[in-house]
């Protein structure tokens, strides 16, 4: 990974902004939380409520006053070019579809690109209490000593037959296997010790940025599904502990 171009004291600034960013995203997640939400569709099987919108303008307004340097870029919305210079990534909410019917299996992310290298996250999860933009992860040696989790596959079309052959294989191998609706719960789970190791069945930037600024620095091995360095321009992301990464990019390369 590059060095970063930020000096100590604006990594800290740019951290802070992404706290308060996240704080008010998360009151309008608590404000909503069971109401009846109207759903608009995004594409089949997927959809958007007024909270993702409220959420996702609350975070670029915080953002624009505390870093009006940044660039920004949403899950809804969309927003600046990612592969050159300094980018908010945001997920306001992830996990829409849990929230919407009363799970709490859900969050706020909030990542920081530097020319396409995520540098930076911050995830909070409101509704269990847990927020980190760091962590330590807790290593295994072995799959069957692992809890591991997939991201949801139903965008996949013909292709989730893979997946879900992995889906099986990791029912048989892993200590435990998680699949709970939400990247921002699998990547904060992964820096915090709760899992080994993650597969998501895609690579939106929304979904992996802040995660995977957070995970690496938590001491996990963030790639793509064949063992490489993830990128932007990977085709889906892939992280775990030292100690399984390898047994699982075994079983993760037809995907």
């Given at each position: 990974m590059p060095p970063r171009r930020s000096s100590p004291a604006a990594v800290e600034r740019e951290r802070a902004?992404?706290?308060a960013a996240v704080d008010d995203a998360?009151?309008?997640l608590r404000g909503h939380?069971?109401?009846r939400l109207t759903r608009t569709a995004k594409a089949a099987k997927d959809f958007l409520t007024q909270v993702d919108l409220?959420?996702?303008?609350?975070?670029q307004a915080s953002l624009a006053r505390s870093t009006p340097d940044i660039a920004f870029y949403g899950e809804e919305g969309g927003g600046a070019d990612?592969?050159?210079g300094r980018v908010w990534v945001v997920d306001p909410l992830d996990g829409t579809i849990n929230y919407a019917t009363g799970s709490p299996l859900c969050g706020v992310m909030v990542g920081l690109l530097e020319d396409g290298v995520p540098v930076l996250g911050v995830i909070d999860l409101p509704f269990l209490g847990v927020r980190v933009d760091g962590g330590e992860i807790a290593d295994v040696g072995a799959l069957d000593e692992a809890v591991v989790a997939v991201g949801d596959a139903f965008h996949r079309g013909?292709?989730?037959?893979?997946?879900?052959a992995l889906g099986?294989?990791?029912h048989r191998r892993a200590l435990r296997f998680r699949c709970v609706g939400a990247a921002s719960v699998l990547w904060a789970w992964l820096a915090t010790g709760v899992i080994q190791g993650?597969?998501?069945?895609?690579?939106?930037?929304?979904d992996v940025v802040a995660g995977h600024a957070i995970a690496r620095a938590a001491g996990a091995v963030v790639t793509d599904y064949s063992g490489a360095p993830l990128t932007l321009g990977s085709r889906g992301a892939l992280a775990a502990v030292p100690g399984v990464h390898a047994q699982l990019v075994e079983l993760a390369r037809d995907l």
């Open positions: 902004a992404a706290h998360v009151a309008i939380r069971g109401e409220d959420a996702e303008a609350a975070l990612l592969d050159r013909g292709s989730i037959d893979a997946f879900l099986s294989e990791l993650l597969v998501l069945a895609h690579n939106n930037p929304y």
